[in-house]
Structures are given as structure tokens and as C-alpha cells.
């Protein structure tokens, strides 16, 4: 049975350059399964609250059991879904196409995208930038600490659809601990 498929592009709200992706799901999914694919596709750890709204004059906070090809039913609709509401990040989620799917449509897929996603806990947008200038500067007295704390090998300026896509395929996003 074909599948109809939502294509979206999820930016990174006051990010320059902007951090997005583009992925394609399934019009049935559900917001809770929306958030684990965006968790991995933003290279997030699921360990912070979240919450979807309607991108209207009164927002609406949107039901997890809600369907992604329900809410967004026109070419150009969007919602915002914010994780870690200390911090702030807000992701749009834009629908820009719906497409019908083959048999393999049942799975999630990531397109595109550009730019690592910050780490987490670095204090929204702002800390985020912080993060940068300090990574910029190793005679930055917060430069070692920084370093080990986003590790060697966190550049921002990458990204992998095929990491992403890999993790997709497996379903793994760790899920918030209880305590």
C-alpha cells in the first residue's frame, strides 16, 4: 500500500548560518515519533522537555498523538517544536511538499541539512555562540575546558545525512532517563 510522505525542512531558529535539515516521513507520524526523528536528525540526546505549537497569532500547543500530515496540511505550513525549554531552541518545521511513497516510506529519511547541531546545555542560541568564539581562540582561558567538553572532533561547520540516516534506520535515540 503506498504511503503518502511529508517532506520538511526543520531550521534552527537565529542561527547565521542557518542549521537545518530536511527530511521526508511519513504523513501518519505521530508528533512523538516526529520529536525521537528530530532528536536525531539535530544530533540532540532526548534529555530535555519538549513541545510542539501551531505558528499562529494564539499558538496552540499541539497533542503528541496529533499526525504530522494532519497538522500540516498545506504546502508552506509550519509548526515550532522547541526542546530543552531552558534554553530555548526552537526548530521550525516546514512542510514543503507531500509526496506519495513507495513501500519503503514507512521509515524516515534525512535529504539534507547543514551545519552540526550545537551540544547541548550550552545555553540557547547565545551560549551557542559563545561556544564558537571560544572553540576560535585557544588562548581563551575557557578553551580547554570547552574542547573537552564538545570534544575533539566537534567541528560546526559539519554535518552527515548518512550518520543521520544510519541512526534513523536503526531507531536509536536515548531515551530520557526517569530520575
Known sequence: MEQEVCQLKVTLRGTRPPIWRRL?????????????????????????????RTDVRRP????????????????????????DLGDGWERSVVLEKRLAGGDDAERPVCLDGQRACPPE?????AGYYDLLEVLQNPDDERYVEVREWTGEDFDPDVFSDDAVNRQLAGGRVRRRSSS
Open 121 to 125: 546545555d550550552c545555553g540557547g542560541v
Open 60 to 83: 496552540a500547543r499541539m497533542q503528541h498523538s496529533a499526525r504530522i500530515g494532519e497538522v500540516l496540511r498545506e504546502i508552506g505550513s509550519s509548526l515550532t517544536y522547541t526542546y
Open 24 to 52: 521526508l516521513v511519513p504523513a501518519d507520524t505521530t508528533l512523538t515519533r516526529l520529536h525521537r526523528v528530530l532528536q536525531i536528525a539535530m544530533g540532540w540526546q532526548n534529555s530535555h522537555m519538549h513541545e510542539f
